[in-house]
């Protein structure tokens, strides 16, 4: 079993609609990462997130510490949104990164 | 402030050569770290550097190496390359550690093919 699962793996949606992704993790961590992946290559960091909930924009991301699970959601969602969407976490006492596999989001305008 | 800075940004080698790849940090940051990413296995960490020593090392064969130098730039060597080293060559660097949480930015990447 992977260290951190993302779902859905592909999700296309209308443009407006709300979006969810979800990532899930088994380890103790010191934050999870959310990254933007668009095609070509270069990853944006979206949200760094230690505990609670962060907003920018019509991004939002949320993390459940006892859970093990973090949600990033997009409100009216739009064409440009459309990329791969990557969650990472950073382990205690280990500052690497390990990395979901992407959720490739696609909007149809 | 610029942004990190890989070089080059694609390249094209052949089985059993030897590839150096660069990586500019944001200036001030004194920590890079390096990823693979292909296809099949996704994003994997490498290695990280900070203050030209190895802090973390990934699960990955001893033909894949790095350093970083007193100005915080870094070079990762793969010797002796496989077909499947082909991949996505990403390194990201980091404000100053003391913090457990420090933020990642990443580089363009460099594209690296083995034929």
């Known amino acids: 079993k992977n260290e951190v699962e993302q779902s859905p793996q592909n999700l296309t949606a209308q443009e407006g609609e709300f979006i969810t992704i979800n990532c899930s993790y088994s380890v103790g961590i010191s934050a999870l990462h959310w990254l933007q992946q668009h095609p070509g290559g270069g990853i944006v960091s979206l949200f760094m997130l230690s505990s609670g909930k962060k907003k920018h924009g019509r991004l939002i991301a949320t993390i459940n510490i006892q859970e093990k699970h973090s949600s990033l959601h997009i409100t009216a969602s739009h064409p440009r949104d459309s990329a791969v969407y990557i969650c990472a976490v950073r382990s205690w006492g280990n500052e690497k990164l390990t990395f979901g596999t992407g959720t490739r989001l696609t909007i149809i305008p | 402030k610029a942004g990190v800075t890989q070089t080059p940004r694609y390249l094209i080698k052949t089985r059993g050569q030897q590839v150096t790849l660069s990586c500019s940090p944001i200036?001030?940051?004194?920590?890079v770290s390096w990823y693979q990413q292909t296809p099949g296995q996704g994003l994997q960490f490498l290695f990280e550097?900070?203050?030209?020593?190895?802090?973390n090392k990934g699960n990955f064969p001893g033909r894949f190496s790095g350093r970083q130098f007193s100005n915080s730039r870094s070079e990762m060597n793969v010797s002796t390359l496989e077909l499947g080293d082909s991949a996505l060559y990403l390194c990201?660097?980091?404000?100053?550690?003391?913090?457990?949480?420090?933020?990642?930015?990443f580089g363009p990447g460099t594209r690296l093919t083995v034929t």
């Open positions: 550097y900070f203050s030209e020593t190895q802090r």
């Open positions: 990201a660097s980091s404000s100053p550690p003391g913090q457990t949480t420090y933020e990642q930015y």
């Open positions: 200036s001030g940051h004194r920590s």
